[in-house]
């Protein structure tokens, strides 16, 4: 039953974003803009489920198709507002203030799985409610060897722990940055807090660091991969979300889930996360081609490479 | 003029150590000493140049000749007293406060070196006073293809920054963290950071990031060394003066300094960190035999391993 075929679900929304530099305005945002965005990197046959408002410019839209994303299974709310977000990040960037959120049409969202994508071979449940994840999840039809990714964040373990507890028992691959998964865990160290998520369900348990790389935990061996360093970061917004799209991506593409195929995609999933910070929102991402995406993972490569 | 020699210079020193859990009492500390051990893992000709006081007891200085390191550079002050250096170690022992520190026979220290290493092909000038450093090069017969290794701190930013300029020119590897590579350059941004310093001189700069691996920067190409993720880190004193021992010693044993040449250096001073921080102040070194070393070292290397 091994397919091509990816589903992502996540919010697609509209952000504003205060950098120490510079304000964004009303820009496109969202965990599954940037996933789609950046997993269409890799060739793989890719679903998105989200939902939106009439206030949504099918522009936005156009930018995920143009990518060949198939956004049958993103609703539109005729007479609803698209979720917002807007927030200010702290003068190093490593922290931000959340200044106002407002739900809208995200409020009673019941996502819609497109019926061909129902048996896809990978999952990528981007950051929302786990209720909502969870949805997505009874909609698929059984694939043995599926593999399913989840990505999260401290809001819904201090909201939602039991329901996202129950999903990510499903979960084969999750993505969690150094401090939640600490909260999750209730441990202080990485090592032991990767064990204690691995009891909870998950075989493959990626810790992000932001610009220190990312640490994956499978069985009792684990992997770093470093961040590249940047000159410049302009605006962090998405790196998770884009990292989370670029190791699916990759995973959707290879038809194989092992060891090495996750290490490879979390190299994918670094450099998408790197070129997504270069600009404000979702622009480095829409700007960058296979080509370029190709030359940053390259980069990637040569400050891993211990030989030249 | 290749040879084996290495050259170290360094404080030897009591420290007095406090972490969450424990306190160390009066024990063994010093960066030559933590160079030293740490060095001695590779097959290198070291002498370690260092002052200590009539307090000193032999059972320490053994701890050395044992490496088959020569002490003869090590001044033993009749009458005079040991550096002494005590501090504590904040919750999540990434900061500390010093509590007391006591220069003693440190504050007159004339450094000399044994006439047999004066030709030294690697000379790790271990954190300490850049005027001390300074003598210590002064000292060296010419050798065209010898490298030079610095290590050095904040302190000696804010109280002797001229002087530590003065050396940092002769320097061809400097290892400092983070903060420090900031503080030095002026710069909030690492990659900037590096290029600032590789004017003053280095043509390698290595930046530690403690738990977080180490950046090279050479050339236009960075290289990055994770650190081991630990489940149990007792005690972090001395895992700089660790990483810069197990770096120059790999050096010397090398006797040639290219890139992959460093980079594997790295991943030495890293292993070396990585033991020194299992155990209170120098237990961990003293006590792990060249085969835990590379056992460690074959553990950073899986790290590091994206095809199995």
New interface residues.
Partial sequence: MKNNKLVIVGTMAFDEIITPTAESGKILGGAATYIGLAAAYADADIAAVSVVGEDFPEEHLSLLTNRGIDISGVEQVMGGKSFYWKGKYHT?MNKRDTLDTQLNVLADFNPTVPKKHRDASVVMLGNLDPKVQRKVLDQLTPNPSRTVLLDTMNFWMDLELAALLDVIKEVDVITINDEEAMQLSGQ?????AAKAIHKMGPEFVIIK?GE??A?LFYKD????A?AL????VVDPTGAGDSFAGGLSGYLAAQNTTT??VI??GI?YGTTAASLCVGAMGTANLVQSSKADFLAQLQKLE???????
């Fill in positions: 190093n202080t160290n990485l090592v032991l660091k220190h790389g640490l061996q684990p992997f770093f470093p360093p940047l000159e410049n060891a090495p290490k490879k190299l040569r400050l891993r490479n211990i030989s030249a």
